[in-house]
C-alpha cells in the first residue's frame, strides 16, 4: 500500500536549507512501502543499506530520538523514509507549518499531526496587500478555529498572516482552548476590537499577542480593559497597527500587572507623555518598544509643553532595549531622548517617521550596532550616507516612499544604494523604493555585498531605463543573480527585456520567491524562469506580456510551487483550463467577473489567476466572482 | 489599453504614445487619466523630454505607456500610503493644533476633514462655543470679537480665508482665534 501523493507535500519554508521538493512527489508515486525491507522495491527515497534494518527499530525509540527534529524540512524527509518513521513523525510533530491554508484541509492536517502546539497558517497571495486581491476572496480562519477545537488540546500557539479572522473565530478560539499562550495576527482582516476584549478576556494564560499590519475594526469597545485584573504572564504585547483610541490608565494597569513583559508595541493612540509613564514602570525590562505616537497628545494645557517630561532620562533606564520602532506622528525635536539606547540597538524602524538627514545623523552616529533599519526615503540619499558610514553590521535596509506615487519626486537614487553597498557588506536583505535607477549601482552592490539573500528594488515609474544611460535595467538585474550565489527572493522593476529573464533563469538557481511587474517583451521572458529556476516556489507576476505559450511551459514546475499569480498579462481562459486538465492538484482560480464572458481564446488582461497545488478538491467557499477551473 | 502597448514594441514603434500632441492629457479616451490634469501636464512635458533622450535606443525599448493611475502600484500597502497622505496635508488627517485667546487648552484638529472654509468655521465655532462672524476679503471678520489666524509655512500669520482653500490646507501650520482689539486689527488694510 502506498501513502498518496497528499501526505508527502513538502511545505515552503522561508529558510534556506529546502531539500528539492519534487523528491517528495516523484518518490510517493513510486513508492510500494513494505515492512519487510525489499531492498530495490522500496522507490527511490529509501536508502537501500537502510531498508532491512527499519522494521527493528522501536517505536518508542524513533519517537525519542524525532522529538529532536525541529526543522520542518528534516521532518518531511524523515517522514519519507518509511510507513514506521511517517507514523511516528506525524504524532511528534509538534510545530505544524502550513504555507497555503487551502493546499490541505483542516481536517486531513489534524488526522495526521494529533500532537501539534503550534500552528502557522498563510492565506492570501501576497498581491492581496496591494489591492490587486477582491474582498471575500477567502482564507478563512474559521473552518480551522472548529477543527482545532476538535483536534488540538495541547494547541498554544496560532500565527497566521494574510488570513481574514472573525470576532466569533477569536472568542472560539479562546473558549476552546483554555490554556492558550500566543497569538500572531499578520496582515489579517475581518475582526474588530470587539473580538480581541472577547479573546484577552478569555485567554487567561496569554503570553503573546501580536497584531501586526493588520485591520482592525473599532467597534469603540475598550479591549484593554478586558484583560483579567490581577497579575498577568503577559511577555508581549503589539498593537501599534490597531488604528483605535485606547483607555490609557487600563494600559498603565496591565502594564504593570506584567512582569514578564519584553515587548510592547504602542499605537498611535499613544502620546509621548504616557510613554514616558510606561517607560517610568517597565522600561529596563523591555527589549522591544514601539513608541506610539512619539509627539504630544490633542489636549495640552496652553503654554506649557508638559514641562513634566524628561526628555534626557525617559530612556536611560531601557538597558534591554535592542529593538525601537514607532514614531508614528513624530515631533522630531523629541528625538534626543532615544540617545541612551542607540548603541544597544540592533533593529530600528523609522518607516513611520517623517524625517530629514540632519534630523537622521545625529541619531544613526551613535548606531553601531544596528542590523536592521527600516526608513523612509524623507532621509535622502545623504542620510543613506550616513548610515553606510556608521551601520557596518547592517543586514536588513527598507527604504519607502514617503511619497508613493509613480510622479513623486524621489529623494533617494542609485547614490545612496551605491554608498550602502559600499559601507555595510554584510547586507543581506534590502528593499529599495526609488524613482532613478542605474545598472551601475545595481551591479556595484552585487559585488560590494556577496551575502545578499533578498533584493528587492522598486523602481516607482513603470518602465523605467537606467537614468543615465537609457538602457534597460537587464545587466543591472543580471549582475545580482550572477554575483549573489546565496539569493533566494527577488523583485525587479524598471524597464526590464526578456534578456534580464534570461539571466534570472541562468544564474538565479536558488531563487524561490520571484516578484515581475510591467516587465518583459514575450513569451519568452516567463519560459526562462521557469525552465531555469528549480527552487522556484512563489512566483507573482501583474501586468507582463506573458501568455498560454509560456503558462504551458511550466507544467514540469508546478507542483513544485506553492503558487503561481498572473494578472494582467496575456493569458486566456483555454490555457488555463489546459494546465487545469493537465494537472489533477493544482487549483487553477479565475479572479474577477468577466472570465466567464470571455471567449476562450480572448486574451484577458485585467483579470487575475491564481493557482496552486493542493491535495484536496477545489473548495468550496468560493465566491462568485471567483471561477475555479 | 496600456497592456496592448506594451506588448506590440516587438512589432512596431508605437507611435501612438510618443506622437506630440496638443490636445490635453484624457482628450484620447485610451489614457486613463484619473489624476487631475496638473499632474497629467507635468507627466506629459517630461515624456516628450524622455523620447528626444532616448531616441536612439526606441527600437529595443518601447516608449512608456500614459501614465494612468495603476491599481496597487507603486506596491506599498495601503495603510502606508495612507499615513503619507496625512503628514502631507494633501488629504486626509492633516493635524493642527488650535489655541484660542483666553482657553486654558489647546486643541487639535484634522483639517483634512473639512472641504471649505465655512465648514472649518462652523467646526470652530462649536469647538470653542462662540461666534466667528462673516469674513469680508477688505474687512476681515466683522460680527464678533474672535477672528481666526493661522501660521503658514513661512512663519507669518495670516487671517484665516484670505487665501484659495487649497493653498490654506498645504500652509497652514497652526491655528489662533484672537480675541478682542487684536482681532480688530487684523483685516483693515492698515
Redesign the interface.
Known amino acids: 500500500m502506498h501513502h498518496d501523493r497528499a501526505d508527502q507535500m513538502s511545505e515552503d519554508e522561508d529558510d534556506h536549507r529546502s531539500p528539492p521538493s519534487d523528491l517528495e512527489f516523484t518518490s510517493s508515486e513510486a513508492r510500494n512501502y513494505s515492512t519487510v525491507g525489499s531492498g530495490s522495491g522500496s522507490g527511490s527515497g529509501v536508502p537501500e543499506s537502510q531498508a532491512p534494518y527499519l522494521d527493528q527499530v522501536l517505536d518508542n525509540v524513533l519517537d525519542n530520538v524525532l522529538q529532536f527534529l525541529t526543522s520542518r524540512q528534516d521532518r518531511n524527509a524523515a517522514s519519507l523514509v518509511c510507513k514506521s518513521w511517517y507514523r511516528v513523525e506525524a504524532v511528534t510533530r509538534s510545530e505544524l507549518f502550513i504555507g497555503n491554508c487551502y493546499a490541505v484541509s483542516p481536517a486531513r492536517a489534524s488526522a495526521r499531526f494529533t500532537k501539534v502546539r503550534s500552528l502557522v497558517l498563510k492565506g492570501k497571495p501576497r498581491f492581496a496587500d496591494f489591492n490587486l486581491l477582491p474582498q471575500g476572496w477567502g482564507a478563512h480562519f474559521s473552518p480551522w478555529v472548529a477543527s482545532m477545537a476538535k483536534a488540538y488540546s495541547c494547541l498554544e500557539k496560532v500565527h497566521l498572516k494574510r488570513m481574514s479572522v472573525t470576532d466569533v473565530d477569536l472568542e472560539n478560539l479562546a473558549k476552546s482552548l483554555p490554556g492558550f499562550k500566543e497569538l500572531v495576527l499578520v496582515c489579517c482582516e475581518g475582526f474588530g476590537t470587539k473580538g480581541l476584549a472577547a479573546f484577552v478576556s478569555l485567554c487567561r494564560q496569554l503570553r503573546v499577542l501580536d497584531l501586526i499590519e493588520s485591520e482592525v475594526a473599532d467597534d469603540e469597545m475598550d479591549w484593554i480593559s478586558h484583560f483579567p485584573e490581577g497579575e498577568s504572564c503577559l511577555e508581549s504585547l503589539i498593537f501599534d497597527c490597531v488604528e483605535c483610541l485606547i483607555n490609557f490608565q487600563a494600559l498603565e494597569r496591565l502594564v504593570a500587572n506584567s512582569p514578564s513583559m519584553k515587548r510592547l508595541r504602542l499605537n498611535r493612540h499613544v502620546s509621548i507623555g504616557q510613554l514616558f509613564r510606561l517607560l517610568k514602570i517597565r522600561g529596563p525590562q523591555l527589549t522591544h518598544l514601539g513608541t506610539g505616537s512619539f509627539s504630544l497628545s490633542d489636549l495640552v494645557p496652553q503654554g506649557d509643553q508638559e514641562p513634566e517630561l524628561d526628555y534626557a532620562s525617559a530612556f536611560t533606564a531601557c538597558k534591554s532595549l535592542v529593538c525601537l520602532s514607532g514614531f508614528r506622528e513624530i515631533v522630531p525635536d523629541y528625538l534626543p531622548a532615544i540617545y541612551p539606547v542607540c548603541a544597544n540597538l540592533t533593529s530600528l524602524n523609522f518607516s513611520y517617521a517623517n524625517i530629514n538627514t540632519e534630523q537622521l545623523r545625529p541619531i544613526i552616529r551613535h548606531c553601531h550596532n544596528l542590523q536592521i533599519f527600516w526608513v523612509l526615503d524623507s532621509i535622502c540619499d545623504e542620510g543613506l550616507q550616513a548610515v553606510a558610514a556608521t551601520c557596518k553590521e547592517l543586514r536588513e535596509l527598507r527604504v519607502f516612499p514617503i511619497d508613493a506615487r509613480e510622479d513623486s519626486e524621489g529623494p533617494v537614487s542609485e547614490v545612496g544604494l551605491q554608498a550602502i553597498s559600499e559601507g555595510c557588506p554584510k547586507l543581506q536583505s534590502i528593499l529599495y523604493f526609488c524613482q532613478r535607477m542605474t545598472n551601475a549601482a545595481v551591479k556595484a552592490m552585487s559585488k560590494n555585498c556577496p551575502d545578499l539573500v533578498v533584493f528587492r528594488l522598486c523602481i516607482m515609474e513603470r518602465h523605467r531605463p537606467d537614468h543615465v544611460t537609457g538602457d534597460p535595467m537587464d545587466e543591472g538585474f543580471g549582475a545580482i543573480v550572477k554575483n549573489c550565489k546565496k539569493l533566494t527572493r527577488l523583485a525587479v522593476s524598471g524597464l526590464l527585456t526578456d534578456k534580464a529573464f534570461s539571466y534570472i533563469g541562468k544564474y538565479g538557481k536558488l531563487v524561490r520567491t520571484l516578484s515581475v511587474a510591467f516587465a518583459g517583451n514575450s513569451d519568452m521572458g516567463l519560459k526562462y524562469v521557469l525552465e531555469g529556476c528549480p527552487r522556484l516556489q512563489k512566483l507573482e507576476i501583474r501586468d507582463s506580456p506573458f501568455g498560454d505559450v509560456a503558462l504551458l511551459s511550466g507544467l514540469h514546475q508546478y507542483y513544485n510551487m506553492r503558487f503561481l499569480w498572473m494578472s494582467s498579462c496575456r493569458l486566456t481562459r483555454q490555457g488555463c483550463q489546459r494546465v487545469a486538465r493537465e494537472m489533477p492538484h493544482l487549483v487553477v482560480e479565475l479572479i474577477g467577473s468577466n472570465w466567464e464572458d470571455m471567449e476562450m481564446d480572448d486574451v484577458a488582461e485585467k483579470l487575475s489567476m491564481y493557482m496552486y497545488r493542493s491535495v484536496e478538491m477545489p473548495r468550496e467557499d468560493a465566491p462568485d466572482f471567483v471561477t475555479i477551473m | 489599453?496600456e497592456?496592448?502597448r506594451?506588448?506590440s514594441?516587438?512589432s512596431d514603434l508605437n507611435f501612438k504614445a510618443t506622437e506630440l500632441r496638443l490636445g490635453l492629457p484624457g482628450s484620447d479616451e485610451t489614457e486613463k487619466q484619473s489624476t487631475p490634469c496638473v499632474?497629467g501636464h507635468?507627466?506629459a512635458s517630461s515624456e516628450i523630454s524622455e523620447e528626444s533622450?532616448?531616441s536612439?535606443?526606441v527600437t529595443?525599448?518601447?516608449p512608456?505607456?500614459a501614465?494612468a493611475h495603476?491599481?496597487?502600484?507603486?506596491?506599498?500597502?495601503?495603510?502606508?500610503?495612507n499615513?503619507?497622505q496625512k503628514?502631507?496635508g494633501e488629504g486626509v488627517g492633516k493635524?493642527v493644533?488650535v489655541?484660542m485667546d483666553g482657553?486654558?487648552?489647546?486643541?487639535?484638529i484634522d483639517l483634512g476633514v473639512y472641504r471649505s472654509y465655512s465648514e472649518l468655521l462652523k467646526a470652530l465655532e462649536n469647538m470653542f462655543k462662540l461666534t466667528i462672524g462673516a469674513y469680508s476679503e477688505r474687512e476681515g471678520y466683522h460680527g464678533s470679537e474672535y477672528a481666526p489666524t493661522y501660521e503658514d509655512k513661512d512663519g507669518d500669520w495670516m487671517l484665516v480665508g484670505d487665501v484659495p482653500w487649497e493653498m490654506f490646507i498645504s500652509s497652514c501650520k497652526k491655528l489662533r482665534i484672537m480675541k478682542g482689539s487684536e482681532a480688530r486689527g487684523l483685516g483693515c488694510s492698515a
Open positions: 489599453m497592456m496592448e506594451s506588448v514594441y516587438e499632474r507635468k507627466r533622450k532616448g536612439s535606443k529595443d525599448t518601447a512608456p505607456p501614465k495603476i491599481v496597487g502600484w507603486p506596491p506599498v500597502r495601503s495603510y502606508r500610503k499615513c503619507f503628514n502631507e493635524f493644533k489655541s482657553a486654558p487648552y489647546l486643541r487639535k
